[in-house]
């Protein structure tokens, strides 16, 4: 009987992730995650208790998720994002490739600073509008950078993407130790990336493209957006340093700067708050609740004692086998409920470091295969189709093939190659 119970838990919670990547119906992701939650507990598969235990586990991951969404959107809002893509098809003085690399630049560090969501949802826009203002020859090109650097600079710090704090949760580490241990691996995976978009693209950036973008006025909003994002920045960087959970500064950081920018404009903030997708938390409380229970089924405790002991034994081999795993993974899964389930069983099993952070490498790299593999890329897809494109997901699966593998690789080698950790 238990184990009928734990087999429909496994089955529905199967389904549940299925239901968030393909969307039957077209419905939106948190429909399912809320459902299938709603649907263990109903049918007594999970105590009320139990998921309410799941839904509070991830209040740091919202936080911080609704404090991003709120920098990303204030600072869209206010065209910010615009004006520095203006600037960047200025700098690149008629030249396709060097607007590619300030494009991939500024990809770059919008997902180190606001996270991989905000690559895909804000600056994917800008990147648009300033290609056809460019008049360059075609803009996948360089709406490929924000696809792919959103998942490739993903784990330069602890919020470059929600993944890496789901997958170490109370154990993520300060940023001096993270940085010794994800810097050469990020450089590694930033630069792997590039060189690959870059070549598979060559054909594409020749010729010349128009300098003489216009570059629109940043009004008193956008620079207070400019000052709240730097502030920001600062700010969780700061509250990295000491260690501190980065939810309750991010939301702070994101609050402050809107606040600011509806009184430096005098603006209503409803339509604001109205922009953000608020049901992304409805999503991830959904799917924490469908891991805790996972979590309680046993599958934690039978996959710690299945792979615990080859991991600890082995653990370089076991790094490139975890990190591949969870790579590929992604793809079928979606790398957030498998971080989730990732950072359940790195936090019950005790796993060298350099396991532990193949496994993030493999779930922050891994979406660069396809469509489904993150939220970043599915959010991609939903910018592009909203300004009349499209990039067919067998397309995208070619291009991943060869761009995926190699740089994984070389952040898996760093990983395990680097003296300090």
């Known amino acids: 009987m238990l184990f009928s119970a734990h087999l429909a838990t496994w089955v529905l919670s199967a389904l549940t992730v299925l239901g968030v990547i393909f969307r039957p119906f077209r419905w939106p992701e948190w429909i399912f995650a809320v459902a299938g939650a709603a649907l263990l507990v109903l049918i007594g598969l999970l105590p009320l208790a139990e998921a309410m235990t799941g839904v509070l586990s991830g209040l740091d991951v919202y936080l911080f998720l609704a404090g991003m969404m709120l920098l990303a959107e204030t600072a869209r809002r206010e065209g910010l994002f615009d004006y520095l893509a203006a600037h960047a098809a200025r700098a690149a003085r008629g030249s396709p490739q060097r607007l590619f690399a300030l494009v991939y630049l500024m990809g770059t560090l919008v997902t180190i600073f606001l996270s991989n969501d905000a690559t895909a949802v804000v600056l994917t826009p800008a990147v648009i509008a300033v290609a056809r203002a460019a008049k360059v020859s075609t803009p996948i090109p360089y709406l490929l950078v924000c696809a792919f650097v959103a998942n490739a600079a993903s784990f330069v710090l602890p919020i470059s993407n929600p993944a890496n704090l789901v997958v170490f949760g109370e154990d993520l580490p300060a940023l001096g130790p993270w940085l010794a241990r994800f810097a050469l691996p990020s450089v590694a995976a930033i630069l792997g990336t590039y060189l690959l978009l870059r070549w598979t693209q060559r054909a594409e950036l020749s010729g010349t493209a128009d300098s003489a973008v216009p570059i629109p006025a940043l009004s008193r909003g956008g620079r207070i957006a400019a000052v709240g994002l730097a502030a ?64 309680l089924s046993g599958l934690s405790e039978l996959l710690v004692a299945v792979l615990q002991p080859p991991l600890s034994a082995h653990p370089e081999l076991g790094a ?16 957030l409920p498998l971080g989730l389930m990732a950072g359940a069983f790195t936090t019950a099993a005790a796993l060298p470091d350099k396991v532990v952070d193949a496994i993030l490498v493999g779930i922050d ?14 959010l991609w897809l939903t910018a592009l189709r909203r300004e009349g494109l499209s990039f067919g997901a067998w397309a995208f699966l070619k291009l991943g093939f060869i761009i995926m593998p190699p740089t994984l690789l070389l952040a898996l080698a760093a990983v395990l190659l680097q003296p300090w950790t």
Request: charged share 5%.
């Open 232 to 295: 920001g920045a600062v700010v969780l960087l700061t509250a990295s340093f000491l260690g501190l959970e980065l939810g309750l500064p991010t939301l702070a950081a994101g609050l402050l700067t809107a606040l600011a920018v509806t009184i430096g404009e005098g603006s209503n903030p409803l339509p604001l708050v109205k922009e953000v997708s608020w049901a992304t938390l409805a999503l991830v409380a959904g799917l924490f609740v469908i891991v805790r229970a996972l979590e």
């Open 320 to 335: 490139l086998a975890a990190g591949a795993a969870l790579a590929f993974g992604t793809n079928l899964t979606n790398n």
């Open 365 to 378: 790299i891994g979406p660069n295969l396809s469509v489904t593999g993150s939220l970043a890329t599915i």
